[in-house]
């Protein structure tokens, strides 16, 4: 049976709460989905994401994700801006940290004996990916790894004029924090959208 989950880092209770914010406020009299929630669709920053088969033990390979990198206690990275992102996505894209690298690469050590690659969508249309990501999606089934990765938290979807728009009227609506903290890894079951539906597994950063 093919799960669909992602691996992702988890802002801080207080980033958590501006995240949430951050959305409704952009979005103005347009609702973006899926809606942020601290008990439901969690805000979040992946690292991979896919499609999985039964042997994936999402505790175990937590932890070996965890375990097979140093990392800090908390990470603290920086807005590069609220993005627009085909189709119809709204991103708040964040700096791309070598830490970031270092840690994508432990989990898709972890997580490619694992991928259901069969479950890929290969009909899925490409042509407004760049080619780094073309590449990415034929080998994980996930557009943003290596070269690609592009470190970001969703903050929702919508019809693709409404999703420019509340792009190119954000810096009216709201006041983005300059940093934003992240202090756990989490695997979770994807919802609409890709959205952190429901935690499965949670580990603290430091942790040894």
Avoid: C
């Avoid at 709204?90 to 479950?119: C, I, M, Y």
């Avoid at 924090?177 to 935690?199: C, I, K, N």
């Amino acid at each position: 049976m093919t799960s669909w989950l992602g691996v992702a880092l988890l802002p801080s209770a207080e980033h958590m709460r501006s995240a949430i914010q951050l959305q409704e406020e952009i979005g103005g009299d347009h609702q973006l989905h899926p809606t942020l929630t601290a008990d439901g669709n969690l805000p979040h920053m992946t690292v991979f994401q896919g499609p999985f088969t039964a042997s994936f033990d999402p505790e175990k390979e937590l932890g070996k994700i965890g375990g097979s990198t140093t990392l800090p206690k908390e990470i603290r990275l920086a807005t590069v801006g609220i993005v627009y992102q085909p189709t119809g996505w709204v991103f708040l894209s964040l700096e791309k940290a070598p830490l970031l690298h270092g840690l994508q690469h432990a989990a898709l050590e972890a997580l490619e004996s694992h991928l259901d690659r069969e479950a890929f969508d290969t009909s899925k249309d490409t042509t407004h990916f760049s080619e780094s990501e073309r590449a990415s999606f034929a080998q994980y089934g996930y557009r943003y790894t290596g070269d690609a990765y592009a470190p970001h938290i969703t903050l929702g979807r919508a019809e693709e004029r409404i999703a420019q728009n509340v792009v190119r009227t954000a810096p009216e609506r709201a006041s983005v924090p300059s940093h934003w903290v992240f202090d756990r890894l989490s695997v979770y079951v994807m919802g609409e959208h890709g959205a952190h539906a429901q935690t499965l597994a949670e580990r603290a950063l430091d942790r040894t």
